[in-house]
């Protein structure tokens, strides 16, 4: 497995996690486009945020193999990232439309 790999998966998970999020509330859901640009870029600002705590993918193979708990660690921070990402959007799209009136 490669960083750039890991990389993308982790961008994937963000995706699956705004678009999961989307689902369940479907109050906050953008559409899949909106959804899945919300997951990508979720995803990315925490996994950079957090990427000092370990979760970066250099981490993840720094020992020459895959170190499974950190790689579930980032998957799941990923989707949360992107959980948030559309509730952060929408929280932003309210303030921003309530302005114009």
């Not at 996690?17 to 899949?32: E, R, T």
């Not at 949360?80 to 929280?91: C, D, E, P, R, Y």
């Amino acid at each position: 497995m490669t960083h750039t790999l890991i990389s993308l998966l982790s961008i994937l998970m963000g995706i699956i996690g705004a678009n999961g999020a989307g689902y369940f509330f479907k109050k906050y859901s953008f559409g899949l486009t909106g959804n899945t640009i919300a997951g990508v870029f979720g995803s990315i600002l925490l996994i950079k945020t957090f990427g000092r705590f370990g979760l970066d993918p250099k981490f993840i193979l720094q020992t020459g193999t895959v170190d499974y708990l950190l790689l579930i660690s980032n998957f799941l921070v990923a989707v949360l990232g992107g959980a948030i990402a559309l509730l952060v959007i929408f929280k932003l799209k309210n303030i921003l439309n309530r302005k114009k009136k």
